[in-house]
């Protein structure tokens, strides 16, 4: 239990300086697009880059990562299915409503939460990873051609979104990973280095936004951030659940990790794509706001459910 509330405490104080930088004007106007647009184009590809070169291929296969894939791709699509025949959403917020639904925070909340409360940090390896080389350049490419439809050909868009440097980053982490190739300290160091910055940054980002921004305003989507939020607090563990549990009967301690991965909240990586793209932002604000608050009761539920 510690684990969980030492994970969101980190997380919380770094929003809380962002909010507070915003809130007195520190780093004046603009502040927050500069923080997205560093984070995009420079601090989350290094990130991207050494998480995926240096992790453990055979970790990533473990029946953890179909329970992953399965629960996010399942709500993923009850959103789009509600959103887009119930509600009529464009491309752009049903893409930004669905990340919001099924992409967790394996990273900066998911870690601390692996080393405490699960045991093990390489828990989160099969999540982030499938997040980063099959979620992130599927939402990109679909945000995309979201805001350049109608401009741009479907094979200008798949080569423009080749080009992404999320992209290429895990293209090349993949690479390294599967040959086995070590690189050497001078050149893995300083993108380590670089990759530090992307969480706290994006945390940063994210307590800018903020400030002066009301949850849940009507005319901003208010539907579409209540689904996301429950869909991704609830019915994700759910479906973990039902597939690690009943389905492939998995063992206690690879279920009760299904299920608290499945339970984190949604990753401020969408909240970054979607800035990048300026479509959906709202969306991505407030449920990345709202499942932050609700994992706290969410994985103390799971965790004195399931824990072995």
């Known amino acids: 239990m510690v684990g969980v509330l030492e994970g969101f405490a980190v997380i919380g104080a770094i929003v809380l300086v962002g909010y507070v930088l915003g809130r007195f004007d520190v780093l004046g106007p603009g502040a927050q697009a ?19 070169a240096t992790a453990d291929t055979a970790v990533l296969f473990s029946p953890i990562l179909l329970v992953a894939a399965v629960s996010a791709i399942g709500v993923a699509a009850i959103y789009v299915l509600v959103a887009r025949l119930l509600w009529r959403r464009s ?33 989160t390896a099969p999540i982030i990873l499938l997040q980063l080389m099959v979620f992130a350049p599927t939402g990109l490419l679909l945000l995309d051609a979201a805001t350049h439809e109608g401009r741009r050909s479907v094979a200008g868009t798949v080569l423009t979104s080749l080009r992404n440097p999320l992209i290429i980053a895990s293209l090349l982490g993949t690479v390294v990973a599967v040959t086995g190739v070590r690189l050497p300290a001078p050149v893995l160091e300083p993108l380590k280095l670089l990759g530090g910055a992307s969480v706290p940054l994006m945390l940063t980002a994210f307590g800018l936004s903020l400030f002066g921004a009301r949850p849940l305003v009507a005319g901003e989507g208010r539907a579409d951030v209540l689904l996301a939020a429950a869909l991704k607090s609830v019915g994700m563990p759910a479906l973990a659940f039902v597939v690690g549990g009943l389905v492939l009967r998995m063992p206690p301690e690879q279920l009760h990790a299904s299920v608290v991965l499945a339970g984190l909240p949604t990753a401020q990586n969408v909240l970054n794509f979607a800035s990048r793209y300026g479509t959906g932002v709202p969306i991505a604000r407030d449920a990345g706001l709202i499942t932050t608050v609700a994992a706290v009761p969410v994985l103390l539920v799971v965790s004195l459910l399931l824990t072995p």
């Open 34 to 52: 500069v923080l997205n647009r560093y984070v995009f184009f420079v601090a989350a590809p290094c990130l991207l880059f050494t998480v995926i």
């Open 91 to 123: 491309l752009g917020p049903l893409v930004v409503g669905a990340m919001s639904s099924g992409y967790v925070n394996g990273n900066n909340i998911g870690l601390p939460v692996a080393v405490y409360l699960l045991g093990n940090a390489a828990y």
